[in-house]
């Protein structure tokens, strides 16, 4: 390239680059590539160049041209993205604005505060995985062959296993029980843990209901456990969470994995009593089932049933959240919504 030609570009780059605004540029585009322009006289004068410089000259002309037009439209995209940033005039004495934070989620903190109580209280935090089998889900926890739970109506079975039995039918979990067992093959009694987790019912959705919810388990077992400190350990957790004095109930109730079974009652806290959607109009909503663990489940988990007692408790999280919060449809705590959700940071 002639020495001409080099003095050329790299001035012309340079003036496309001191460019401050788009009216500048405009200016620099038209001093190089206007119809008067630099380089486009350049182009002109080709044919009076002597014959051997033609074809070469041409060329490096043209190739400094193409250059010189890319480097304009990048700079004016520059300009045009930075006027975009102050398309008005900026005070910047303003203060700024502060960037929207995130918060947890109402299950999630009531989940967090849950640990925190039983931690006070000497318990571990345990979890497992999602996928369990029907050895751990049914088999272990003295459901019988015959229970409707094992159903493809109530429980989600994994395809590929559906020829399995025991640890090779695999399910999504539809409670959190069995970890209980896992826990003590595990680690062995005495023990005091809980075990928070999602599970999954195939049951049709309601103001109380959903597919996919959240559960928090807690067992004790040790050699001498009274009932009537299974009942104290139930208001102590409650009046934990919401800060006050609960009134609970317990009601007979059968569930395979327990015996003697309960049914856990707290009173409504959205209407405190006095009938509401949540509670069905009754002013008590069922939160846990709880009882002494079944001594087929002690022996399934390795522990001689005739030495080891407790009690179990498995607690709705969804549930305690709504009347944490006074939440009447469990369905808004799964729906994502953001106004729902912004309230409870």
Not at 51 to 65: L, M
Request: charged share 25%; net charge negative.
């Amino acid at each position: 390239m002639l020495d001409e030609l080099i003095k050329v570009r790299e001035d012309a780059l340079a003036a496309v680059g001191a460019a401050v605004d788009r009216s500048s540029l405009d200016e620099v585009r038209q001093s190089l590539l206007g119809r008067k322009g630099l380089i486009t006289e350049l182009l002109k004068s080709v044919g009076k160049r002597p014959a051997e410089q033609r074809r070469s000259f041409g060329q490096d002309t043209n190739e400094i041209k193409k250059e010189v037009t890319e480097a304009i439209d990048k700079k004016e995209a520059e300009l045009l993205s930075t006027a975009s940033l102050f398309s008005r005039p900026a005070d910047l004495t303003v203060p700024g604005i502060m960037p929207q934070g995130g918060s947890l989620h109402p299950i999630t903190q009531m989940s967090y505060d849950l640990n925190d109580a039983f931690r006070s209280l000497g318990f571990r935090i345990y979890r497992e995985h999602e996928i369990s089998s029907e050895l751990y889900a049914f088999d272990y926890l003295n459901f019988p062959p015959d229970h409707p739970a094992r159903e493809t109506m109530d429980t989600y079975w994994l395809a590929g296993s559906e020829n399995e039995s025991g640890a090779g039918r695999l399910a999504l979990r539809p409670h959190l029980t069995g970890a209980s067992v896992r826990y003590l093959q595990q680690y062995g009694a005495p023990a005091r843990f809980v075990y928070p987790g999602r599970v999954y019912r195939n049951e049709a959705t309601d103001a109380n209901h959903e597919r996919a919810f959240y559960q928090y388990e807690a067992l004790i077992v040790e050699r001498d456990f009274s009932f009537a400190s299974g009942q104290l350990f139930v208001q102590t957790i409650l009046s934990k969470v919401f800060g006050h004095d609960v009134p609970v109930r317990m009601r007979a109730g059968f569930f395979p994995f327990v015996e003697p079974g309960f049914e856990i009652d707290m009173q409504c806290q959205v209407c405190f009593g006095e009938g509401c959607r949540t509670c069905k109009h009754v002013g008590w909503i069922e939160v846990m089932p709880g009882g002494v663990p079944h001594p087929n489940v002690l022996k399934a988990a390795g522990l001689d049933p005739d030495e080891w007692s407790g009690f179990y408790i498995n607690i709705g999280l969804d549930r305690l959240v709504m009347m944490r919060y006074g939440i009447d449809d469990v369905r808004l705590m799964h729906s994502a919504d953001l106004r729902f959700l912004e309230q409870y940071k």
